[in-house]
């Protein structure tokens, strides 16, 4: 039981765990990072395990188990976080007259937010959230309740061999990094960013994706998978497509290259179905 495949699964999913501590105590800087990282072991257990020819029913499971965590309750916490701090921008976006900003302590200023709100959801304390809105970071509970359904499916259906039917909850994970990674590097220019920004990262924006994704994880909408059973062109076109897209988008927008390859992946996902059923139809 204790090989070294299913020690890597346990660092797995040790690194989510590590990532919800730091995210409930404001380092949003650092929590995505080790979400990162158990991404790295969960693929590192596979190929270990396949190679080592040490593959069990045991590692299946705790595989599944790791993931729960890593994969759905730290980018839910993650999430829940960042709609707390698109409550209230104010402190960041200096009003006339200000005398105070938390712009130069990032730390300081989401730990203040999360305290705020701990506040009012369980003290009453009045603040801004001292609303019915206290209750809307709850709505990022769908991302860990929905992750687990869709590692349940991955398990048993046996059609997702060289395709995903639904978005896979590591993809989905790396997409809710964007969010903190995007806010800890521009907190000190917060004031100047552009309205598309505030909207994005509004606190009912950022809960509307998060329905959003965590939905498209249960569907049923055949995805591509970057499984080669051959290296032709021809049938792996749209692979080819994803991948050499991506590692221009990466050089080209960085951090924002990660919800662009998302989008990119799933529109690429589309039109490979349609050109399928269209083969499908003609042959």
């Excluded at 020819?53 to 965590?69: C, E, R, T, W, Y």
């Excluded at 929905?146 to 978005?167: C, I, P, W, Y």
Aim: net charge neutral; glycine share 4%.
């Amino acid at each position: 039981m204790f090989n070294l495949a299913n020690i890597l699964t346990g660092l797995n999913m040790l690194s989510g765990f590590i990532s919800i501590v730091l995210a409930l105590a404001g380092r949003i800087d650092i929590a995505p990072l080790f979400i990162l990282l158990g991404a790295i072991l969960d693929f590192f257990d596979g190929f270990v395990a396949r190679k080592l020819g040490v593959s069990a029913p045991i590692g299946k499971q705790l595989d599944s188990l790791a993931d729960v965590v890593t994969f759905g309750i730290a980018p839910g916490v993650l999430t829940m976080v960042m709609i707390v701090l698109g409550v209230d921008w104010s402190s960041l976006i200096p009003l006339e007259g200000a005398t105070k900003t938390y712009q130069n302590d990032l730390t300081y200023y989401v730990y203040f937010q999360i305290s705020a709100w701990f506040q009012a959801l369980f003290y009453n304390v009045p603040n801004n959230f001292d609303a019915s809105i206290k209750f809307l970071p709850f709505v990022a509970m769908i991302i860990p309740f929905l992750s687990m359904f869709r590692l349940a499916k991955f398990n048993v259906d046996e059609r997702q061999t060289d395709r995903f039917h639904g978005v896979p909850t590591p993809l989905n994970t790396i997409f809710f990094t964007f969010f903190p990674l995007y806010f800890y590097l521009n907190i000190h220019s917060w004031a100047h960013q552009g309205k598309f920004i505030h909207f994005l990262f509004d606190c009912y924006s950022i809960a509307a994706i998060a329905v959003l994704m965590s939905l498209l994880m249960i569907t049923d909408i055949p995805l591509l998978a970057l499984k080669f059973k051959n290296f032709s062109w021809k049938e792996n076109q749209f692979r080819y497509l994803l991948v050499g897209k991506s590692l221009i988008i990466i050089l080209i927008f960085q951090l924002w290259a990660i919800p662009i390859i998302v989008i990119l992946y799933l529109i690429l996902s589309l039109i490979d179905n349609l050109s399928s059923k269209k083969n499908e139809i003609q042959s």
